[in-house]
């Protein structure tokens, strides 16, 4: 059991990665998605066929019917409830976007190079330079380049206000650490590398143990004055409410879960979680929004396939035409927009579902398109297009291939459903 588990866990170290371990290990299951019984044969036929004449057709019945539809399965979008959280300490404030900082290190998946970190530092530059908010937000974790990513954050920072930068970062729940004094030490280490405070310290992803210890780990980190507010990352429903509690009790606020939303992987949307997580007042910070980048329109039958692990993704994917036609859907989208692109388009569905998303840039062309998407919003009407363009799309990722421990075996709390 330990040896198996410790596998899973370093599979899962990195959130991106999960696609491409869960089509090395792909789902028995097809899931089903509520929306698709709202759709007429007609419907059918025009979301899925690459005619622009009949997906046309298409965007103008939803137009004029979507307000006569049910609500589908993915919502639209949650309003905030902060009352709860309003008296417990721990509360942040965060911009609408972030950038995510995986690539910042990582050689295996993204084959981080530092002969590269200049182009990093400029991209750096340019997030907090160009942002639209009070602050600029950078996620990261210990486990990013062994820490590689923190390094270079902290000294990326140095010439700046840091009031007006906020850094997130994550503890690695391994299966060897199993005290909260881990917790502790972990975060002693990330703010030596950063070199500067840490705004928000989370759980990188659940253990198959020792969870209750990691959040009384989070607690004395936040009372000791080491971070400004604490989350968690990849918590499914009963976790994260769980979880909450035990902070409640000292004081505390659960701030943030920070779970894989993308329109190639809504299911937080469909299960309860993102419910659950406004029922709390908790923040849902999206990572992987552009779906390791296929979501930016880039992967398509005339394009070269990604290099390293994606390539299997991208295979499946073009293994039905449902993955083009959502792309060729999310390019009308973006064409009801100046200057928007499908990148753009994939950010403001997560913004629509009431989500902070943290796309990844390594380039400033990058980041320049992720800024651009807070320049517009969608009409609910194209997210409904969206939505119902996306659920045709049963290639990617399914939440029972996602190799995080499922279920705490001392407690048997459930720690993960999406």
């Not at 499946?316 to 990148?343: I, R």
């Not at 796309?359 to 990058?366: E, K, M, T, W």
Request: glycine residues 6%.
């Amino acid at each position: 059991m330990h040896a198996f588990l410790s596998v899973t866990f370093f599979l899962g170290l990195h959130h991106g990665a999960l696609a491409f371990v869960s089509h090395l290990n792909p789902a028995s299951f097809t899931t089903k998605f509520v929306t698709t019984r709202f759709l007429s044969e007609r419907e059918n036929h025009a979301i899925q066929t690459n005619s622009d004449t009949s997906r046309r057709q298409f965007f103008e019945r939803v137009k004029h019917s979507a307000a006569t539809i049910p609500a589908l399965a993915t919502g639209f979008s949650f309003p905030a409830s902060n009352a709860r959280a309003a008296s417990l300490g721990g509360a942040v404030d965060l911009p609408p976007m972030g950038l995510g900082a995986w690539a910042w290190g990582d050689s295996l998946f993204w084959g981080y190079d530092k002969k590269n970190d200049e182009e990093l530092r400029q991209v750096f530059d340019y997030a907090i330079q160009n942002s639209k908010s009070k602050t600029t937000l950078l996620d990261t974790a210990e486990l990013y380049g062994l820490g590689r990513s923190e390094s270079l954050i902290g000294g990326f920072s140095k010439p700046y206000d840091q009031s007006k930068i906020q850094v997130a970062t994550k503890f690695a729940a391994l299966p060897f650490r199993t005290k909260s004094q881990d917790v502790v030490k972990a975060c002693e280490a990330s703010l030596k590398r950063l070199g500067r405070p840490i705004d928000l310290y989370q759980i990188h992803f659940p253990n198959g143990w020792s969870n209750e210890e990691y959040w009384d780990g989070l607690a004395t980190a936040y009372e000791k004055g080491l971070v400004k507010a604490v989350g968690v990352s990849n918590y499914g429903v009963d976790a994260v409410r769980a979880c909450h509690t035990a902070l409640e009790k000292r004081g505390i606020q659960l701030a943030t879960n920070q779970i894989q939303l993308s329109l190639l992987y809504p299911y937080p949307l469909q299960n309860g979680l993102m419910q659950a997580c406004d029922d709390l007042g908790i923040k849902v910070l999206s990572y992987s929004p552009l779906a390791l980048g296929f979501l930016t329109g880039k992967y398509t039958k005339e394009s070269d396939p990604p290099k390293g692990p994606r390539k299997s993704v991208y295979t499946s994917l073009l293994s039905t035409p449902d993955y083009e036609n959502l792309l060729a859907t999310m390019k009308d989208v973006a064409a009801g927009h100046p200057n928007a692109n499908t990148a753009q388009v994939a950010l403001n569905w997560t913004r629509a579902k009431n989500s902070i998303p943290i796309p990844g840039a390594r380039s400033v062309n990058q980041i320049q398109s992720n800024y651009g998407a807070l320049d517009w919003n969608l009409s609910p009407e194209e997210v409904t297009i969206l939505d119902l363009a996306a659920a045709k799309v049963q290639t990617f990722t399914k939440p029972s291939a996602v190799p995080f421990a499922k279920k705490d075996i001392n407690t048997g709390l459930v720690m993960f459903d999406s």
